[in-house]
């Protein structure tokens, strides 16, 4: 009880107000802040300690703490560097704390840059496309459990168009089964399903990242959608722009930071996500 109101403390040492909210309705929560401690107004000193102060508590209690922080490639250098130090620290004291975080390729550079140590410290699994078989399953699983059955074909089909990405395996598989008439789902009605997929994720899942661009960095994802699918030069992307590379490299950065392409090695770009080169190509023109 002791460490779990120190770390109550620290919290109101950490933020100007704790405020809880229950059903719509807010509650101030007046607490003593624990003065002296993560209260510097610098993060990399004041997050570490108030990690600690959550990990003692959750110690005393003998309740271990899983701290889930999805988008992670939005975090300054600074501030992945004050998250990095708190785990270092939890790690080092053998405090019941574990983070788990997800979030786009550039959190590997990020995780580098903050700090030397990172890539020791925390374990940088790959989840991209799913493999056939779990892909297979995402789509014959559900549907069968209902009593409908994909035919092979139609999961052929399925598997090729989206590229094994989960997102769009489930938004096929949903406007294949509208439209299917019976217990069995069929090629025919996976590529009489493909307008309206492609017209929902048009409205919604592409237009919300292509609406989050400047013009500028509008023209040069349309520039990279032009040749396709996969990985390529950020030279030639430049060329086609006829303009230098280094006069687009801020351009390209800006669009990295806000998780719409990717660097999978040195000088080379990719979009983040399967079909979006596509959508480009229907929602602008190379001018």
């Not at 890539?119 to 014959?140: M, N, Q, S, W």
Request: hydrophobic share 40%; aromatic share 8%.
């Amino acid at each position: 009880m002791q460490a779990g109101r120190r770390g109550l403390r620290v919290l109101r040492s950490f933020i100007s107000s704790v405020k809880v909210s229950v059903n719509d309705v807010e509650y101030g929560l007046s607490i003593s802040p624990e003065l002296g401690t993560a209260d510097s107004g610098d993060l990399e000193a004041d997050l570490p300690e108030l990690m600690m102060a959550l990990g003692e508590a959750a110690k005393a209690a003998k309740r271990p703490v899983a701290i889930l922080i999805d988008e992670l490639q939005y975090l300054s250098t600074s501030e992945f560097s004050a998250l990095i130090m708190s785990i270092h620290k939890l790690n080092q004291a053998s405090l019941p704390v574990i983070m788990v975080g997800a979030g786009l390729p550039q959190i590997l550079g990020l995780a580098g840059t903050s700090k030397s140590y990172a890539e020791r410290l925390v374990k940088f699994p790959t989840i991209g496309a799913l493999d056939e078989k779990d892909a297979v399953d995402a789509i014959v699983n559900p549907a069968k459990r209902e009593g409908v059955g994909f035919e092979s074909a139609a999961v052929r089909q399925i598997l090729s168009v989206t590229e094994r990405y989960p997102y769009f395996l489930q938004q096929w598989s949903h406007e294949a089964w509208n439209i299917a008439d019976g217990q069995s789902i069929k090629a025919k009605d996976v590529l009489e399903a493909h307008n309206n997929a492609i017209s929902v994720l048009d409205e919604s899942f592409f237009k919300v990242r292509f609406d989050r661009c400047t013009p500028s960095e509008k023209k040069y994802m349309r520039a990279l959608a032009n040749f396709g699918s996969g990985s390529h030069r950020s030279g030639d992307v430049a060329f086609l722009l006829k303009v230098k590379t280094a006069s687009v490299a801020p351009t390209r950065s800006k669009l990295i930071k806000k998780g719409m392409i990717y660097s999978p090695s040195h000088g080379d770009t990719a979009f983040t996500v399967p079909l979006f080169d596509q959508y480009m190509k229907r929602a602008m023109d190379l001018g």
